[in-house]
């Protein structure tokens, strides 16, 4: 299993599992993809990387939001104070986020350091996505959790290190976003200690989309799982 999975979860896990054999007459295997717990690492290099490359065109002159009115053309804004308009205008226009990931990109990105991060991150991406395809040559659907540990209320997820939390979450499904792969989660009961659902997901190879919708729509209609709110009731009231 995933190491630091929830007991609950993994429970969650094998009986859902069971329902694929001797429900719906699947055969279930074990199967192993050693490099997916590098994906996060790998996903916050490479999205650091992309953000700062992204993002590098809003400097309040051209692009997006500005903290500054300009009374003339750009071309007539003193060198001096262009500096003073990029550092203003993304310093209030970017979260922390994005400014940290922006300031790790471009550390990423220097060329004394681009062997140490980045092309280290892109090789282990090539590893992670070999990972899947040796896996799909024997199976057809991977049954994952959709994160390791409990769901917790919104408020206590403000209370937390929110960023760190989201990190360690999504172990289990970066690495499928890395790949570029078809995945459906769905919720399949609530949990006996938090009472908020506990989700699995459908992993399945390129192109199977079609399978792997009418796969999860089975394992749905074998949890009969009850929406918490009415969603009829909160649309009606828009």
């Known amino acids: 299993h995933v190491p630091g999975l929830d007991d609950e979860i993994c429970s969650t896990w094998d009986t859902v599992a069971g329902w694929l054999a001797n429900k ?32 590098a065109r809003y400097d309040g002159l051209k692009y997006g939001f500005s903290t500054i009115k300009l009374s003339n053309h750009h071309e007539n804004v003193l060198p001096e104070n262009t500096t003073i308009q990029y550092s203003s205008t993304r310093s209030l226009g970017f979260g922390d986020v994005v400014r940290g990931r922006i300031f790790a990109g471009n550390f990423f990105l220097l060329r ?36 390791p540990s409990l769901p917790i209320s919104v408020d206590e997820f403000t209370k937390l290190d929110n960023r760190t939390r ?41 192109f ?7 796969l999860a729509a089975k394992l749905e209609a074998e949890a009969c799982f009850q929406p918490l709110v009415n969603h009829k009731t909160i649309i009606d009231s828009i």
């Not at 989660?185 to 399945?204: A, D, E, H």
């Open 24 to 55: 719906l007459s699947c055969s279930v295997c074990l199967v192993r993809l050693p490099h997916t717990p590098m994906a996060t690492t790998v996903y916050s290099v490479l999205c650091a990387t992309e953000v700062a490359s992204n993002m």
């Open 166 to 206: 989201t990190t360690l979450d999504d172990v289990c499904t970066v690495a499928v976003n890395l790949s570029g792969l078809p995945a459906v989660s769905f919720p399949v009961s609530l949990s006996p200690t938090r009472g908020l659902p506990i989700s699995l997901q459908l992993i399945g190879p390129h």
């Open 208 to 214: 199977s989309e079609s399978r792997l919708l009418s």
């Open 112 to 147: 004394d350091q681009q062997c140490r991060y980045l092309d280290a991150a892109r090789r282990l991406w090539r590893l992670i996505k070999e990972d899947f395809t040796k896996v799909f040559e024997s199976v057809d659907f991977l049954l994952t959790p959709v994160s």
